[in-house]
Antibody, heavy 112, light 112 residues
Framework: HLVESGGALVQPGGSLRLSCIAS????????MSWVRQTPGRGLEWVGSIKEDGSDKYYVDSVRGRFTISRDNTKNSLDLQMSNLRGEDTAVYYC???????WGQGTLVTVSS | DVVMTQSPLSLPVTLGQPASISCRSS???????????LNWFHQRPGQSPRRLINKVSNRDSGVPDRFSGSGSGTDFTLKISRVEAEDVGLYYCMQGAHWPNTFGQGTKLEIK
């Protein structure tokens, strides 16, 4: 079970932090990922983080602006987004490493 | 990035009839370990995607056996032996062999 929160309307150039709380599986043993979806661009893998947080991978379009982190003591996954652009507008999903489990999604809208 | 191309993009099917979706990748999806990282997802309207098939042909837990996956290298197929009403929605293939993971554009299955 994955539950995201934090989606909101934010101005271009602004920042936002998304969170995901996991339950029902061993979070500390799972790669975790963020995936986003827009009507125009479909599904896009945003980034992934290793079980212990030691390795992180990002898609080129967000590298340097987005940061994934996790707290295995709280079964939580975060996505810190900065310098947001209109093309970052999407539903953001938290997912297990190879997307065997997805959250319900949270909507981020970047607009002035 | 690896480009995933699905066909058809629209698939009208009569209840009880079979359906087939093709997915082609721009590069081989065979890992160095010999596994092929090709997955299939189903997304019902208003819901999150759900993984149906992993590693080309392995059905995820709870997925009906009317769903099957096949293929190798760069060409893959998802088959539904007898379409049921609950199968409507979007189907996506996704590769995890090369970073970043990438999705096909989606195939919309509808009932005739």
């Amino acid at each position: 079970h994955l539950v995201e929160s934090g989606g909101a309307l934010v101005q271009p150039g602004g920042s936002l932090r998304l969170s995901c709380i996991a339950s029902g599986f061993t979070f500390s043993r799972s790669w975790m990922s963020w995936v986003r979806q827009t009507p125009g661009r479909g599904l896009e893998w945003v980034g992934s983080i290793k079980e212990d947080g030691s390795d992180k991978y990002y898609v080129d379009s967000v590298r340097g602006r987005f940061t994934i982190s996790r707290d295995n003591t709280k079964n939580s996954l975060d996505l810190q987004m900065s310098n947001l652009r209109g093309e970052d507008t999407a539903v953001y999903y938290c997912a297990t490493g190879m997307a065997s489990l997805w959250g319900q999604g949270t909507l981020v809208t970047v607009s002035s | 990035d690896v480009v995933m191309t699905q066909s058809p993009l629209s698939l009208p099917v009569t209840l009880g009839q079979p359906a087939s979706i093709s997915c082609r990748s721009s590069q081989s999806l065979v890992h160095g370990d010999g596994n092929t990282d090709l997955n299939w997802f189903h997304q019902r309207p208003g819901q999150s995607p759900r993984r149906l098939i992993n590693k080309v042909s392995n059905r995820d837990s709870g997925v009906p056996d009317r769903f099957s996956g096949s293929g190798s290298g760069t060409d893959f197929t998802l088959k539904i032996s007898r379409v049921e009403a609950e199968d409507v929605g979007l189907y996506y293939c996704m590769q995890g062999a090369h970073w970043p993971n990438t999705f096909g554009q989606g195939t919309k299955l509808e009932i005739k």
